[in-house]
């Protein structure tokens, strides 16, 4: 083989190897994150990234219960930010924050991340989350930052089922139960001739 050629060569290698060790890199990151899926919404404003952003309802939807924001943001600056709000445009719904540890707010660490939803992390409820989203919808959230300000996405609106179990509400509610069919049971036969003579003195007058 010729000098030029093994060049070629090697120098292919070496790029294959590259492109290897990024995609396991990438996948470390994912991993780390509860394996972030593809489908969900992201948006990335300045320092700030947010990822895997999703509305979960109750698990059935005539259930008139919480629902809740999951989502992952991460910080890119070298100081940290807290998360002030979040609010859903277009409806009433009011978004309860609380942290994963004390009644302080949800601070997103300079150079890390924040989990919101599932046990252990952070929360975002929804009280009236049956009036503010359904299921199989796309709803406008907005995560405000104390430095970043204003970070708006398109959320999808799924129910807490399957993956989304374990990041769903923590108060599960079940529907309400369905109303009996049928109509009321027959008067007993008895009782429906209780405004006539019994049998027996309607003989004893007819033959007085």
Known sequence: MSRSLRRGALAASALVISIASLAACGAGNDAQTLGVRPDNAAVTVDDVKIQNAVVITQPDAAAQGPAVVSATIFNNS??????????????KAKVELKAAEGSGPITVPANGSVIIGGKGNATATIANGHEAAKAGDAQEVVFKLSQTGEVELEAFVVPATGYYQDFGPTEIVKPPAASPTGSPAATPTGEAGHGSTPSGEASHAAGH
């Not at 070298?78 to 409806?91: D, F, H, N, S, V």
């Open 78 to 91: 070298r100081t940290p930010q807290t998360l002030e709000a979040i609010t859903l445009p277009g409806t």
